[in-house]
């Protein structure tokens, strides 16, 4: 039990930064630098846990997935019916948006607790 709560406390950074590895990879072998920055944030947020760089990480994280939210809405409203392609769109894009929010806000209450604790 207590190895998996510990394993869950990583669980948001560990989601971003597969996602920014993801994001940033091009084949065969090449990394877009700026998110290979990005990643090394993170990697360095996951080992020492900071929680100013934690906030800022949360916080930025949560606002551009709520931007991203507006970029869905607007592709979406784009359908002039709601075919197969539109519900695709719309379950894919909630179901990830919905777990980049929860990642998000779980990043943001994990260091303001830490925070509260000190």
Same mark, same amino acid.
């Given at each position: 039990? +207590?190895?998996?709560?510990?394993?869950?406390?990583?669980? /948001?950074?560990?989601?971003?930064?597969?996602?920014?590895? %993801?994001?940033?990879? @091009? /084949? /065969?072998?090449?990394? =877009? /630098?700026?998110?290979? *920055?990005?990643?090394?944030? %993170?990697?360095? #947020? &996951?080992?020492?846990? =900071?929680?100013?760089? *934690?906030? &800022? %990480? *949360?916080?930025?994280?949560?606002?551009?997935?709520?931007?991203?939210? *507006?970029?869905?809405?607007?592709?979406? $409203?784009?359908?002039?019916? !709601? =075919?197969? #392609?539109? #519900? +695709?769109?719309? !379950?894919?894009?909630? $179901?990830?948006? @919905?777990? @980049?929010?929860?990642a998000a806000v779980s990043l943001i209450f994990k260091y303001?607790? +830490? &925070?509260? =604790?000190?």
């Amino acid at each position: 039990m +207590k190895n998996s709560k510990r394993i869950l406390t990583y669980l /948001p950074e560990s989601y971003f930064l597969v996602l920014v590895l %993801i994001s940033g990879y @091009t /084949p /065969p072998f090449s990394f =877009n /630098p700026f998110l290979l *920055g990005v990643s090394i944030v %993170i990697i360095l #947020q &996951i080992l020492f846990q =900071n929680r100013i760089t *934690g906030l &800022i %990480i *949360g916080f930025g994280l949560l606002s551009i997935t709520l931007y991203m939210f *507006g970029a869905l809405m607007s592709e979406f $409203s784009e359908f002039t019916e !709601f =075919n197969q #392609q539109a #519900q +695709k769109l719309l !379950f894919v894009g909630m $179901s990830i948006w @919905t777990i @980049t929010m929860l990642a998000a806000v779980s990043l943001i209450f994990k260091y303001l607790k +830490k &925070i509260s =604790n000190t």
